[in-house]
C-alpha cells in the first residue's frame, strides 16, 4: 500500500496559505529553506485582482496572483517551476459576475459575504465533474485564467 511512499518525503505544501501572509517572499524563502535538495513544493493561491470581494476581505487576504508574479518570486528563491497554471478555470466569469454584482449592492449594506454557497448534490456532482475533468486537463496543457493558481516547483 505504501509502496512509493518515499517519493512523497520530499513534498511540502502550502495551499492557499501565501495570500494570507504580510511578506509571502520572506515565507518563500522558508519554504525553500524547509524543502530538501530536488524536493518539491506544491502551491496554490487565488489569482487576480480583479476577483477581489468581501470573501478575501473576510478571510484576511493580504493579495491575489498573477502566474508571472508567483513565478518570479519562486525564481528568486531558487525555485525550479515544474508546472505553474491558473486553475478551475470555469468558475471564473460566474465569480467574477457574483463579485461585481455583490459589490453593487454592497454599497446598499456594509455586511459582507463569503463565496460559500451549498448547492443542490446534483449541482455539486457536475462542479465535482468539472473540476476532474480540468485535473486531466492541465495534464497537458495550461489554463490562461482561472481564479486560483496551481504551482508546482522544485528545489535546485
Do not use: C
Amino acid at each position: 500500500m505504501f509502496n512509493n511512499f518515499n517519493k512523497f518525503q520530499n513534498l511540502i505544501t502550502a495551499i492557499d496559505v501565501l495570500e494570507h501572509i504580510e511578506d509571502d517572499e520572506k515565507n518563500i524563502t522558508e519554504l525553500y529553506r524547509l524543502t530538501k535538495q530536488n524536493g518539491l513544493v506544491f502551491i496554490t493561491v487565488p489569482a487576480f485582482m480583479l476577483l477581489w470581494g468581501d470573501h478575501d476581505e473576510l478571510y484576511f487576504h493580504k493579495r491575489r496572483y498573477l502566474t508571472s508574479h508567483i513565478k518570479n518570486k519562486l525564481i528568486k528563491n531558487n525555485f525550479k517551476i515544474l508546472k505553474i497554471s491558473y486553475f478551475e478555470s470555469i468558475y471564473f466569469i460566474p465569480l467574477l459576475l457574483v463579485r461585481k454584482v455583490k459589490k453593487i449592492l454592497r454599497r446598499k449594506s456594509s455586511v459582507k459575504q463569503d463565496d460559500f454557497y451549498k448547492f443542490p448534490e446534483f449541482i455539486n456532482k457536475i462542479l465535482t465533474y468539472t473540476i476532474t475533468w480540468e485535473y486531466y486537463l492541465l495534464k497537458k496543457i495550461n489554463m490562461p485564467f482561472g481564479p486560483s493558481i496551481i504551482i508546482v516547483a522544485q528545489k535546485n
